[in-house]
């Protein structure tokens, strides 16, 4: 008899009878006649290894698990910096406030001042590390009454995505905006415009009026939260629900109108309402706005987090607001956002304290945040995520929790090193070919592998030019991460004086970082060259120059007529004239020039056709 426990026996009958209790020291085992639950097994890490180094600064994160009831499992992934090891690279946001007297050409303003922005923000794009740009709303003055202002407002913010995918951006639809409607809006900056780019979170509802970008910044990820100007209940929660969604992203929340001048300047009406919608929210900690001409900011504390809102709005000042911005300096070392108020048309700082401040911020989290969290995965199956935004040589730590429906079991922790140096591709080979039977300039490259690539411009430049640009349609989706060789093609038809040209790769992560790889150089004859080419008054720069003692000229036209070239020297004294009588449009012209019997020095050659004319300058060098 085995009853596990008691003192006494008893037959089937209910009768006492002889006998000896064994088993007091029994436990269940699976398939035992109860539903009885086992807390799943410990993880298996696949990778990567614990302790490794030279891991991506996007690590996929891998395990195997099990459950002894075969359960399906939740997995949790956590993670942090380990305490002393980050050493967190400084970024900027820049906020561009009211541009509705730039676009509209009201009170003194022009489109050359919202533009000087925008360019100002490319052009240091590198030097201060412009993460994200934020428009704070009233982009135009008329909403949909003049196509033109969103015309304007649609060439500024170009410049913003070129070369794509361009620095990350937002706006927030303002007052003036949706005068008449959001048309206009919808039509020039809608979901069309940025779905694909990597840094589009998505919008709200139908239409783009409410929409949300994610960007990574030292380590740190974030989601900046776009609302409309009279923006519903509906629309609050929704960005409630982006907030609660992850908390590991910081959260920033811009609006037209939150906030009026001062310090502490007063909440408006909807600034308060959409306090009060977020506030519980741990991982928010900035508002942004704009609609009060003047500046102003408040903090706010609940729950003990701190929350703060800024304003800025210069478009009463003289020519609707002599292009002033705001510059978001964020120093994790030092826990401090650096407010500064600039002009790229006036190259100057406002320094007054309303326009220059500090605001603390803590940056240095060393506390386990919540990675991703994959359900129904079936026991005895692997599991994985990719870790997003690390710095470069760091040592993190992370471990799992596994949840079966009754019970969590927790993993160990295990940490890896990241690398020094990111290589985004490894490349194979780049070669520039000419494809037989045809003009064009065949560029093919392969890649060994790729790590987080959006794709590759191909760039061009000849002898006679300084520097690289990139060829026109030339950009080539790449493969994001992957461990298999690839291998791409492009070809160049625009290249249509003969010469010497050089190709290169200009690679863009999907965090929009770039690399350059090698150049490889071509020499493009005359027999590889059409004769066929567009409608367009033209004249080439010769080649070779310089040159001793024969070049060649090359030019096209828009319209068929009488043409000349004529070569001068440097006295305008014509020495030679090259060509002279019809010409046909869309043909290219080919003009050998021996300068045998000419003295070295500086020369000018002059095309002329009707009331076109062009002239260029070689240079003889004997």
Request: charged share 15%.
């Amino acid at each position: 008899m085995n009853e596990g426990t008691g003192s006494t026996v008893y037959d089937s009958s209910g009768s006492a009878v002889n006998g000896t209790i064994s088993g007091t020291g029994w436990n269940w085992t699976v398939g035992s006649p109860f539903n009885v639950n086992f807390s799943p097994s410990t993880p298996t890490l696949i990778s990567p290894s614990n302790g490794a180094s030279d891991v991506t600064t996007t690590p996929t994160l891998s395990l195997s698990v099990s459950d002894p009831n075969q359960d399906d499992l939740t997995v949790k992934f956590y993670g942090r910096a380990l305490p002393g090891t980050l050493t967190p690279t400084p970024f900027t946001i820049v906020v561009l406030p009211d541009a509705q007297y730039y676009t509209s050409h009201k009170n003194g303003g022009t489109n050359a001042l919202f533009k000087a922005q925008t360019q100002w923000i490319v052009n240091n794009k590198v030097d201060k590390n412009i993460v994200y740009v934020s428009h704070v709303g009233d982009v135009v003055e008329d909403g949909d009454t003049y196509i033109i202002q969103w015309q304007r407002a649609d060439t500024t913010m170009s410049i913003l995505e070129n070369p794509t995918p361009g620095i990350p951006y937002g706006i927030a639809i303002g007052n003036h905006d949706q005068i008449g409607g959001t048309t206009f809006y919808n039509q020039y900056f809608g979901v069309s415009r940025f779905a694909g780019r990597p840094y589009f979170g998505g919008n709200y509802g139908s239409n783009n009026n409410n929409n949300f970008q994610v960007f990574s910044a030292s380590g740190m990820s974030f989601i900046a939260i776009n609302l409309e100007y009279n923006r519903s209940a509906a629309a609050l929660r929704w960005a409630d629900s982006l907030l609660k969604s992850d908390i590991t992203r910081r959260g920033i929340v811009i609006s037209h109108d939150i906030l009026g001048t001062g310090n502490p300047g007063a909440f408006s009406s909807q600034g308060q309402v959409t306090y009060d919608s977020l506030k519980d929210n741990p991982n928010l900690f900035l508002l942004l706005c704009g609609h009060v001409p003047g500046e102003g900011r408040r903090m706010d504390v609940y729950n003990g987090d701190t929350v703060f809102t800024v304003l800025a709005d210069y478009q009463n000042l003289t020519n609707g607001g002599n292009g002033w911005l705001r510059i978001m300096e964020f120093s994790p070392a030092s826990n401090q956002i650096q407010i500064k108020t600039y002009s790229p048309t006036l190259d100057q700082y406002n320094t007054a304290s309303s326009s220059q401040f500090n605001l603390t911020y803590s940056m240095q989290d060393t506390n386990y945040h919540l990675i991703d969290t994959k359900s129904s995965i079936l026991s005895g199956s692997s599991v994985s995520t990719t870790w997003t935004g690390l710095e470069r040589l760091t040592q993190y730590q992370w471990y799992v929790t596994i949840n079966d429906g009754d019970s969590t079991t927790t993993g160990p922790v295990w940490s890896f090193i990241t690398e020094d140096i990111p290589v985004p591709i490894q490349l194979a080979s780049l070669t520039a070919s000419i494809e037989q039977n045809s003009n064009d300039v065949l560029i093919q490259w392969s890649t060994i592998s790729e790590i987080n690539n959006y794709g590759f411009y191909v760039q061009r430049r000849s002898d006679n030019q300084p520097s690289f640009t990139d060829v026109e349609n030339s950009f080539t989706q790449g493969n994001g991460t992957t461990l298999e060789p690839q291998s791409y093609t492009f070809k160049d038809n625009t290249v249509v004086t003969p010469g010497i040209y050089h190709y290169r790769l200009r690679q863009l992560d999907n965090d929009g970082l770039e690399h350059f790889t090698f150049s490889v150089s071509i020499n493009v004859s005359m027999l590889s060259v059409s004769e066929t080419v567009p409608l367009e008054f033209r004249l080439y720069q010769n080649y070779p120059n310089p040159f001793n003692p024969v070049t060649k000229l090359n030019f096209s036209l828009e319209k068929s007529g009488y043409t000349t070239l004529k070569v001068y020297n440097i006295l305008g004294q014509a020495v030679r004239t090259l060509f002279e009588a019809n010409a046909e449009a869309g043909k290219l012209y080919v003009v050998n020039f021996d300068a045998s019997n000419l003295p070295s020095g500086l020369y000018f050659y002059k095309l002329q056709s009707g009331n076109n004319v062009e002239i260029k300058k070689m240079v003889l060098m004997k």
